[in-house]
């Protein structure tokens, strides 16, 4: 089973039987539910553990709503969870910490307006992740380790960042993290047509890589392969509406599920 997941996009009203029946199905336990927007509250996110190897470090989980834009001319621009654990194995602790993160980083508002006007959103203002968002996020991360020491040898963030403009992905990269479907190169999917697609929307016929895995002090063992899809490729993109699309049935998501097996390096142990 996994020992780590995060989830997006979490209906605020089915989060605590959500997190009951994966206690039940999959035994994994789950912290605190993070709206994505203070107000109104409607979906937000979560990070959920498997108690035998992962132990939370009591008033280590931090919540930080995110913003776009600068100068004053701020927007809402999604949430941040953070939480420490001590690694443990039968019961007893490595001397391990690991921060674990998850994060649903809204559109930005340049995004909107692109998407609703037909512009195929390019590596620019139309992501929403870019070297402002980026930023906040290193800084909730760095902020919840030094609440326990400052002392966490993993760090793992999983997420739905809205694309990554080149700024943004420096800023991470300065931080140490390492996107687990990058390192897979083209075996991270099955139909491989020159970059990595994890999600289509089909009312803005729009996707790219929205969702990450990131690491650092971990090895990268190998990810689960995304599966051949129509709808699944990079740009530009049609804007037809074949059989099989995202959402489909069987699917009730616009965008993919991401996997990563990670081991903790041996300098880290």
Partial sequence: ???????????????????????????????????????????????????????????????????????????????????????????????????????????????????????????????GTDAHVAAQLITALEEACAMCGGCCDVRIFLGD???????????????????????????????WRGSLVTSHNDMFHWGGELDLVFCRGAEVRGVLQLPSHPRLMPCPRPRDHPFASLPMAGWPSDHMSLVADLALRPSAR
């Fill in 1 to 127: 089973r996994p020992q780590l997941a995060a989830l997006q996009e979490v209906d605020d009203a089915l989060y605590d039987s959500l997190a009951r029946d994966i206690a039940i199905g999959a035994g994994l336990a789950a912290l605190p539910f993070a709206p994505r927007n203070p107000q109104p509250r409607s979906d937000g996110v979560c990070i959920l553990f498997d108690p035998s190897v992962l132990q939370p470090v009591p008033g280590s989980h931090v919540v930080r709503h995110l913003t776009h834009g600068q100068n004053g001319s701020q927007h809402p621009g999604g949430v941040i969870a953070v939480a420490i654990f001590d690694v443990v194995v039968a019961g007893h602790a490595l001397g391990v910490r690991l921060a674990a993160a998850t994060a649903h980083v809204n559109p930005s508002p340049a995004a909107k307006d692109a998407l609703e006007s037909g512009v195929e959103p390019q590596n620019g203002e139309e992501l």
């Fill in 161 to 191: 960042l809205n694309g990554v403009t080149d700024r943004g992905a420096e800023i991470l990269a300065l931080a140490g993290m390492t996107s687990a479907y990058l390192a897979a190169g083209e075996g991270a999917m099955e139909d």
